[in-house]
């Protein structure tokens, strides 16, 4: 290690020691949950971990993968998990029904949310309206499945003209290559690149992002149960610090993302979880929001405008108040917020 990194690396000790002392005694245990598997996306956490950024905090931080947004929210509502990285659309639904029981999102991290859908001009599928007729599969829990009437109420066509298949996630992308399935929904850095892995070329692709029909969901965020905000507010504001690190680290570097993400599994595509990576920043965390506010935080009035569409869609029986969602308390100042 060159002596100014080594100089940079004991001095960060030593903040992170001094301000752990004055938060707690000990490196403080946090069980984090992703919602999926290792990949791309996820790597600014896994970098934060092995570059050391949360034990610089005082953190003894263990990082999961995951099922689902709905169970990482589940891990974290029960206190299985201290904090979680899930989509904040689930979160919007337990909270809808768990008042008393509500999980804040405390760092958003998809500012644009991976919701598409997916199909071929050979299927003669433009646009949202030669949707009706067709056949939509996917997974009965995908977010994109799930929210399908929320794009259709957007782009005025009848969801019920729509039939729906539903399979397991590895299925997915291969029926939709073999044309079993019309169009399929799916995350856009992920149906996209699985798709190509099918043989469909790039060429005869057709996406659409609900991004790009005026739908304003988020993402997914950083999630907080109501324990640790109440027991460990320093120690929240710790961990989104690192994170930050982590993100900017990844920005500047993103094979070391990758690296960090093969340390912790080995089994890993890295070539195409670079690839992933890539499309993740680039359509959903580097938006033209972040880049003139800042990373993490969010729009209350596009969040409110997100909940109507997310009621719409899932038929909830009560509207959470962007408030019982989202707090920027934890945040860094928005000066350290701003990415490169």
Same mark, same amino acid.
């Given at each position: 290690m060159k002596p100014a990194s080594l100089v940079r690396r004991l001095t960060g000790l030593l903040l992170g020691s001094l301000i752990a002392t004055s938060a707690w005694a000990d490196n403080l245990p946090i069980k984090f949950t992703l919602d999926w598997k290792f990949q791309g996306p996820t790597s600014a956490f896994l970098l934060a971990l092995h570059e050391g950024y949360y034990e610089e905090e005082g953190l003894d931080v263990t990082i999961d993968s995951g099922k689902g947004s709905a169970g990482a929210v589940i891990r974290v509502a029960t206190g299985a998990y201290d904090m979680g990285?899930?989509? /904040?659309?689930?979160? /919007?639904?337990?909270?809808?029904?768990?008042?008393?029981?509500?999980?804040?999102?405390?760092?958003?991290?998809?500012?644009?949310?991976?919701?598409?859908?997916?199909?071929?001009?050979?299927?003669? /599928?433009?646009?949202?309206?030669?949707?009706?007729?067709?056949?939509?599969?996917?997974?009965?829990?995908?977010?994109?499945?799930?929210?399908?009437?929320?794009?259709?109420?957007?782009?005025?066509i009848n969801p019920d003209s729509v039939k729906r298949s539903n399979m397991d996630p590895a299925l997915r992308e291969a029926m939709m290559a073999r044309g079993e399935v019309d169009f399929i929904s799916g995350h856009y850095f992920s149906s996209y690149l699985d798709l190509k892995s099918k043989g469909v070329k790039e060429s005869d692709l057709v996406i659409m992002m609900y991004a790009d029909y005026g739908l304003d969901f988020y993402g997914n965020s950083v999630i907080a149960s109501p324990a640790m905000v109440k027991e460990n507010p320093e120690a929240v504001r710790a961990f989104l610090r690192a994170t930050l690190r982590g993100l900017k680290a990844l920005l500047k570097n993103p094979d070391a993302g990758i690296e960090a993400t093969l340390k912790t599994d080995p089994l890993i595509d890295a070539k195409l979880e670079r690839e992933r990576l890539d499309l993740a920043i680039r359509a959903n965390i580097m938006t033209p929001y972040v880049k003139q506010n800042g990373f993490g935080n969010i729009d209350s009035a596009r969040m409110g405008r997100a909940v109507d569409q997310l009621a719409l869609a899932y038929g909830l029986a009560r509207k959470p108040a962007v408030s019982e969602i989202f707090t920027d308390a934890y945040l860094p100042a928005k000066s350290e917020r701003m990415l490169p």
């Open positions: 990285f899930a989509d /904040i659309n689930a979160l /919007i639904e337990y909270n809808s029904q768990n008042q008393d029981k509500a999980i804040k999102s405390v760092m958003m991290f998809y500012d644009a949310a991976p919701f598409s859908l997916f199909t071929t001009k050979s299927k003669n /599928i433009s646009g949202p309206k030669d949707l009706e007729g067709k056949t939509l599969g996917a997974p009965v829990f995908d977010a994109s499945y799930k929210l399908f009437p929320a794009f259709a109420a957007a782009t005025g």
